[in-house]
C-alpha cells in the first residue's frame, strides 16, 4: 500500500541540497512530479473539471518549497495527490523515483484546521497517529510524543485538552502530531492561515528551527507572499486553474532564519518580485473567468 521507504530517514541536513531553481536534474529529487493533470468530475454529468494540468515540481531532500497562486489554482489539489488522497490522471508523481500509489506513513499532511481530538489531551492527541499505526509500543509513542511537545514548546501542557490552548498553540500541536509519524515529507496546507498575524510570524519561525532540527523537508501551501519569502528555499508560483508552476524564485537565505530578515530591502524586493508574478496570475484568473461567463 504506501510507497515508503519503510520508515527509513536518512534524510540531509536542511540546506545541503541544490536550493537553485529546480533540482539539478539527475533524477535523484525526493519528490518529482512531471506533466501532472489532475480531474474532478461533476457530479452528474461526464464532464471534468481540470484543477492541474502540465505541473511539474521537484523537491530535494531537506528543501522546504512554498506554493502560491491564486485562490482555485489547484494548489490544495497537487499537494492531495503527493499525499496520495487524490489521484492523477496523467504524468509522473514519484517519491525517490518510485510512484506514489496511495497515501502512506512516509508523508504527513497539516491542515488549515488542527482538527484536534477534544477528548485527548494534547499529548493523546500527538499519539494517536502512532496508535493508529501499531508499529510502536504504547511507551515508546508516549515518549516520542513528549520529545515533540518538548521541541514545539509545549511539554507543559501535554496533559492539557485542545480547548484550553491558543489558536498558536493548537497550530504547535498540530504540527507535532504530524511529525510524530517521522514523515519523510512535510506538506502543510495553509498550517498558519486562521492564526492571527504576530503569532503566525511566530509559528513561521519556530517552523523553521523545528525543520531545521529534524531534517525536514517541506512543501508548504500558502497566500501569504511574505509568509512563503521567509520561509522558502523555493517560491513556485502557480498560474490560474489548470494549475501549473509558471515561475520559480530561489529564495538566498540559510535557514533557519531570523525575524531581523523581513525588515531587509531584499526582503522586500523578493517580495514584489513574487507579488509580480502572483498578481499576474490572478488578473489571468480574472480575465480567464471573465471570458468565461461571457461565451
Ligand atoms: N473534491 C473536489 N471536487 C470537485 N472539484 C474540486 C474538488 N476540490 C477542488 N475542486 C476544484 O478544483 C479546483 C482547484 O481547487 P483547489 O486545489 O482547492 O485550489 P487552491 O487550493 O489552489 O485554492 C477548483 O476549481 C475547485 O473548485
Ligand atoms: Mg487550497
Same mark, same amino acid.
Not at 517521522?182 to 509559528?203: C, G, H, K
Given at each position: ?5 519503510? /520508515? ?22 525526493? &519528490? ?5 493533470? #489532475? =480531474? ?28 502560491? /497562486?491564486?485562490? /482555485? ?6 499537494? +492531495?495527490?503527493?499525499? /496520495?488522497?487524490? @489521484? ?10 518510485? !510512484?506514489?500509489?496511495? @497515501? ?10 488542527? +482538527? ?8 493523546? +492527541? ?22 515533540? &511537545?518538548? &521541541? ?5 501542557? $501535554? ?5 484550553? %490552548?491558543?489558536?498558536?498553540?493548537? !497550530?504547535?500541536?498540530? %504540527?507535532?502530531? $504530524? ?9 502543510? =496546507?495553509?498550517?498558519?492561515?486562521? #492564526? ?13 528551527? #523545528?525543520?531545521?532540527?529534524?531534517? !525536514? ?22 498560474? @490560474?486553474? @489548470? ?14 532564519? =531570523? ?37
Amino acid at each position: 500500500m504506501p510507497s515508503s521507504n519503510n /520508515g527509513q530517514t536518512s534524510i540531509g541536513p536542511a540546506g545541503d541540497s541544490a536550493h537553485s531553481l529546480g533540482h539539478a536534474g539527475d533524477g535523484a529529487a525526493h &519528490l518529482s512530479a512531471r506533466g501532472i493533470l #489532475i =480531474d474532478y468530475a461533476k457530479p452528474g454529468s461526464r464532464e471534468v473539471t481540470t484543477a492541474v494540468q502540465d505541473c511539474d515540481l521537484s523537491v530535494d531532500r531537506g528543501d522546504f518549497v512554498c506554493l502560491v /497562486g491564486p485562490s /482555485g489554482c489547484g494548489k490544495t489539489t497537487l499537494l +492531495n495527490a503527493v499525499a /496520495g488522497f487524490v @489521484p492523477i490522471a496523467a504524468g509522473a508523481l514519484e517519491l525517490d523515483g518510485r !510512484a506514489i500509489p496511495g @497515501p502512506g506513513p512516509d508523508r504527513a499532511m497539516v491542515f488549515q484546521q488542527p +482538527n484536534l481530538l477534544p477528548w485527548r489531551s494534547v499529548l493523546t +492527541n500527538v499519539t494517536y497517529g502512532l496508535e493508529l499505526s501499531k508499529k510502536i509500543k504504547k511507551a515508546d509513542a508516549r515518549r516520542r510524543a513528549s520529545d515533540l &511537545l518538548e &521541541l514545539v514548546g509545549l511539554a507543559d501542557v $501535554a496533559q492539557h485538552y485542545p480547548a484550553q %490552548l491558543s489558536g498558536g498553540m493548537q !497550530a504547535r500541536v498540530n %504540527l507535532a502530531r $504530524a511529525l510524530a509519524v517521522d514523515p519523510e515529507l512535510l506538506l502543510l =496546507d495553509e498550517p498558519f492561515a486562521a #492564526i492571527d498575524a504576530q503569532t503566525r510570524e511566530v509559528m513561521q519561525a519556530e517552523l523553521l528551527r #523545528i525543520c531545521a532540527a529534524r531534517d !525536514a523537508t517541506a512543501l508548504f501551501v500558502t497566500h501569504d507572499i511574505a509568509e512563503a519569502a521567509f520561509l522558502a528555499d523555493r517560491v513556485c508560483v502557480f498560474g @490560474p486553474r @489548470p494549475g501549473r508552476i509558471v515561475k520559480e524564485i530561489h529564495v538566498p537565505w540559510e535557514r533557519p532564519r =531570523d525575524h531581523e530578515i523581513r525588515r531587509t530591502p531584499e526582503f522586500a524586493a523578493l517580495c514584489e518580485e513574487i507579488a509580480d508574478v502572483l498578481y499576474g496570475a490572478i488578473a489571468e484568473a480574472r480575465e480567464m473567468q471573465l471570458e468565461g461567463a461571457a461565451r
